[in-house]
Every structure is written in structure tokens, then in C-alpha cells.
């Protein structure tokens, strides 16, 4: 099984700021990778596909880069509406494996 | 529009059996593949099983394989989730989530709202 490690697990930001999420795999998964954001009581929503493709409907703030093991979720300037958190989903492999979130949190 | 809408969580024993339901709309339902991923109480996701358009490729995660059993019927755009010998561990919210696109990787562009599944004795 492929281990999804985001980091950190709390990022503190500045509403206007930048943030730069960063998720690992434990082993190659080429850019076989999506992004999702989760606010509370909501269903996850899907950001980012293929490392760096946006979704259908995603601002263009945010944008998704990387490939092998090492992927960053960058929102170049924090909106309300972005204070939530952000997972990270592997679909190199079976089984289909999510990092354990980052909340990202009013500073 | 599309919709996803889940159903039949409830709060079961140890070992009972319980089946969730999805139903779909707004789209072709037997284009595409479906999944369910939960989420146990504050914590992150877990991916459960999935199945292709047309019942022809199933696959399980292994905490829930033997156990449970994913399937569903084109005819009625529905999902099904046949969960038995259920554990305190299996305590989630359940979501279907719908595979982006007909070919590719398998990531999610809708998800339903989820249904509770609470496993107490």
C-alpha cells in the first residue's frame, strides 16, 4: 500500500497570503495524483487531478504541481472561503490512498 | 445537475449486517465507475471499494474485504454497500463518490452527502 504523508497538519495563514501544502508518497506514483478540499460538514470537493490539472468550476489560485513522490498544493492568496482542509489522494496504485489532511487556519 | 444522495446508515451491533444505498442522477450513470470512501468520526479518509460501469471490475480495500460487498443496478442508478460481521472500526461516514471521468484515474468530481454507519454495542 502506497503511504500518503501531507505536511505540516496545520497551517496558520494570513487571509491575502500564500500557502503551500506539500503531500509525499511513499513510493513513485508519477503524476497520479488529485487534491480535494473538505470544509466541516461538507462532502470533500475535488480541486486538482493529475498533480496539476484544476477541476472543473476551481479558481485559478489554486494550483498543483510536483510528480514522483513529492506534490504541493499552492493557494497563491487565501480567500475566506479557503480555510478548510486539504487532502491528498494517490491513484497509482491499488488500494486508492489519501494523505491524513492539512487544516488550513486563520492566522 | 448531478446527485449523489446516500441512505440506510443507522446504529448497529458488533457483527450485524447493514446495506447503504446511493442514488444517482444528473448524469449517465452506467458511464461511469462508482466508489465508496468514508470518514470515521474527526478523522481523514479512508477509500472502501469501487466498482466499474459495469459490474465487470470490483475492488476492496483490505480492512473491508470478506466483509463487505460493493455492487449495483444501471437499471436504477443505484449504488449499493452489502456491509457484514461489522466492527466498532467500520464507524464512519459513508460517501459515494463518483469517478471523474469514463477512462483514466480514478479520482472524484461528485460526492453525496454521506450516510452515518455507527457500530455500538
Known amino acids: 500500500e502506497i503511504v500518503m504523508t501531507q505536511s505540516p497538519a496545520t497551517l496558520s495563514v494570513s487571509p491575502g497570503e500564500r500557502a503551500t501544502l506539500s503531500c509525499r508518497a511513499s513510493?513513485?506514483?508519477?503524476?497520479?495524483l488529485a487534491w480535494y478540499q473538505q470544509k466541516p460538514g461538507q462532502a470533500p470537493r475535488l480541486l486538482i487531478y493529475?498533480?496539476?490539472a484544476r477541476a472543473t468550476y476551481i479558481p485559478a489560485r489554486f494550483s498543483g504541481s510536483g510528480s514522483g513522490t513529492e506534490f504541493t498544493l499552492t493557494i497563491s492568496s487565501l480567500q475566506s472561503e479557503d480555510f478548510a482542509v486539504y487532502y491528498c489522494?494517490?491513484?497509482?496504485?491499488?488500494?486508492?490512498?489519501f494523505g491524513q489532511g492539512t487544516k488550513v487556519e486563520i492566522k | 445537475e448531478v446527485q449523489l444522495v446516500e441512505s440506510g446508515g443507522d446504529l448497529v451491533q458488533p457483527g450485524r449486517s447493514l446495506r447503504l444505498s446511493c442514488a444517482a442522477s444528473?448524469?449517465?450513470?452506467?458511464?461511469?465507475?462508482m466508489h465508496w470512501v468514508r470518514q470515521a468520526p474527526g478523522e481523514g479518509l479512508e477509500w472502501v471499494s469501487g466498482?466499474?460501469?459495469?459490474?465487470?471490475?470490483?475492488v476492496y480495500a483490505d480492512s473491508v474485504k470478506g466483509r463487505f460487498t460493493i455492487s449495483r443496478d444501471n437499471a436504477k442508478n443505484s449504488l449499493y454497500l452489502q456491509m457484514n460481521s461489522l466492527r466498532v472500526e467500520d464507524t464512519a461516514l459513508y460517501y459515494c463518490?463518483?469517478?471523474?471521468?469514463?477512462?483514466?484515474?480514478?479520482?472524484?468530481?461528485?460526492w453525496g452527502q454521506g450516510t452515518l454507519v455507527t457500530v455500538s454495542s
Open positions: 489522494q494517490q491513484y497509482n496504485n491499488w488500494p486508492l490512498t
Open positions: 444528473g448524469f449517465t450513470f452506467d458511464d461511469y465507475a
Open positions: 463518490a463518483k469517478k471523474m471521468a469514463t477512462t483514466g484515474g480514478y479520482y472524484f468530481d461528485y
Open positions: 493529475a498533480a496539476s
Open positions: 513510493q513513485s506514483i508519477g503524476s497520479n
Open positions: 466498482i466499474n460501469w459495469d459490474s465487470g471490475n470490483i
